[in-house]
């Protein structure tokens, strides 16, 4: 079905292409995917089947597969978690049908990961029922919004709720940016951030509100709402405005091994079929090439499982969400969730990039040749150690969760921490690490289990 579609499998590879010709394409194969191949998968293979054929995909063209992670993943998923019944029944409609396109405004000029710090301001007017929606300053425009640039009909924008002068935090709004012709609405402005190292086929857009007005109804009111007297009701704990991000991290982890996967399987064919010396042999048959690719080999299996697990966990969380009366069982497991793909996403991130560059030089001159495919592997790639948190800012977030949970612990017992984490209310560690001990059982993984533990607990109590 695939090969059949020739929107989606094309013969002309990107680098031989204008800019503007993959941002053409790539819009056709995203029509193509959702409006024919897409229900089809679905209908015959189930979400199973649809979720391989995105990571086929987003191996052979990856900003198609952005394009798609922001209109199916970001706007939608936000929309199904954070709209009310009847917001999810007007929106997904339209967005399942390309519609409505949609695009993700949460970053700003001025303000990446320091989301409480974002200026963008929705302030409710009473005398219309109406937000007015406006970017006070430059480092307010929204930036780095994909699709934003040229396509995208919608946006959900992360915005401060003021209702008089009372600012009630961020909250999620649906801004109309441009008509069915494409032109943009009145109020908005909106723009392509120019040339990226990669991913050239997704228009990466800015955009500035001018008091752009819409209804009060595009609030997203599934946890927060806001009556037409102006009277607000919170919601369970304002975190759960994130709990998108939880499920962004999921994607990107899974994007990251594809990539280093589809790089290892270039070189390791390369490194089989390329011979040398007398008589000659293969390139890999060399311990040197062996001892250098292996671990990358390895590190691809352990983090496509835990990339499959986070997933796994991900979709258990939706349906609590779906639960009614599970409210603070889905804010306990986010923030679980959160912390666990804080800190996946920092490591895997570090260890694509090393990993990466490690094969490019594997494959010598033919590494930096573009019809080897590894340098375009490596520049879409580079906008994971960013997109979704920087790496150090999210492994800070995650440290900052388990010195939590190990006070917790100490004070309260295993009892009182998350699941995954009992061994941190055990006794201090001795001084010794346990393979010092008995290092006949490193190679048992229970044992391994253990000593990550006992590193980890020290590493706590150290800081």
């Known amino acids: 079905m695939l090969e059949a579609n020739t929107h989606l499998v094309t013969p002309t590879p990107p680098y031989e292409m204008s800019r503007e010709e993959q941002r053409r394409r790539c819009m056709a194969q995203v029509f193509a995917w959702q409006r024919h191949v897409a229900p089809e998968l679905e209908r015959t293979g189930g979400k199973e089947l649809l979720a391989t054929a995105v990571s086929l995909l987003g191996t052979y063209d990856r900003s198609w597969s952005m394009r798609i992670g922001v209109h199916m993943f970001l706007f939608n998923v936000t929309l199904a978690s954070q709209g009310?019944?009847?917001?999810?029944?007007?929106?997904?409609s339209h967005a399942q049908a390309?519609?409505?396109?949609?695009c993700f405004s949460m970053t700003e000029l001025g303000h990446s990961s320091n989301l409480r710090a974002l200026e963008t301001r929705a302030t409710f007017d009473l005398s219309r029922d109406e937000f007015v929606v406006h970017t006070p300053s430059h480092t307010a425009y929204?930036?780095?919004?994909?699709?934003?640039?040229?396509?995208?009909?919608?946006?959900?924008?992360?915005?401060?709720?003021?209702?008089?002068?009372?600012?009630?935090?961020?909250?999620?709004?649906?801004?109309?940016?441009?008509?069915?012709?494409?032109?943009?609405?009145?109020?908005?402005?909106?723009?392509?951030?120019?040339?990226?190292?990669?991913?050239?086929?997704l228009d990466s857009g800015w955009i500035r509100f001018h008091h752009c007005r819409i209804p009060r109804r595009n609030m997203l009111s599934r946890w927060a709402s806001l009556s037409p007297s102006g009277e607000y009701s919170p919601p369970p704990h304002p975190a759960i405005a994130y709990a998108t991000l939880v499920g962004e991290r999921v994607m990107l982890l899974n994007g990251v091994v594809m990539d280093v996967s589809q790089a290892l399987v270039i070189c390791i064919r390369f490194l089989l079929a390329r011979t040398q010396g007398n008589p000659p042999r293969s390139l890999l048959s060399f311990p040197f090439q062996k001892q250098r690719l292996m671990p990358v080999l390895?590190?691809?299996?352990a983090t496509r499982f835990a990339a499959l697990e986070m997933g796994v966990r991900w979709d258990s969380l939706q349906e609590v969400l779906d639960t009614p009366g599970q409210e603070v069982a889905f804010l306990m497991q986010t923030q679980i969730m959160h912390a666990l793909g804080s800190g996946l996403k920092a490591w895997v991130?570090?260890?694509?990039?090393?990993?990466?560059e490690l094969i490019r030089r594997s494959l010598g001159g033919h590494g930096y040749a573009e019809m080897s495919g590894i340098p375009t592997i490596i520049a879409d790639f580079g906008v994971n150690t960013q997109g979704g948190g920087a790496g150090v800012v999210v492994a800070?977030?995650?440290?900052?969760?388990?010195?939590?949970?190990?006070?917790?612990?100490?004070?309260?017992?295993?009892?009182?921490?998350?699941?995954?984490?009992?061994?941190?209310?055990?006794?201090?560690?001795?001084?010794?690490a346990p393979f010092l001990v008995d290092a006949r059982k490193v190679e048992d993984v229970r044992y391994q289990r253990t000593l990550l533990q006992w590193f980890t607990t020290a590493l706590v109590q150290r800081a």
């Not at 390309?98 to 949609?102: F, N």
């Not at 991130?349 to 990466?356: C, D, I, M, P, Y």
Request: proline share 5%; aromatic share 12%.
């Open 98 to 102: 390309m519609r409505v396109i949609g």
């Open 298 to 301: 390895a590190g691809v299996y």
């Open 396 to 432: 800070i977030q995650h440290a900052k969760f388990l010195l939590a949970q190990y006070k917790r612990a100490q004070g309260s017992g295993a009892e009182s921490v998350a699941a995954e984490f009992p061994f941190l209310a055990a006794p201090s560690p001795t001084t010794a």
């Open 349 to 356: 991130g570090w260890w694509a990039a090393e990993s990466l």
């Open 142 to 201: 929204k930036w780095w919004i994909g699709m934003a640039g040229k396509t995208a009909t919608h946006t959900l924008a992360l915005a401060q709720l003021y209702v008089g002068k009372v600012c009630y935090g961020l909250h999620w709004f649906v801004v109309p940016l441009r008509n069915a012709q494409g032109e943009l609405l009145p109020g908005v402005e909106a723009g392509d951030i120019g040339p990226k190292a990669g991913r050239h086929g």
């Open 84 to 92: 009310s019944d009847e917001q999810r029944a007007h929106w997904l």
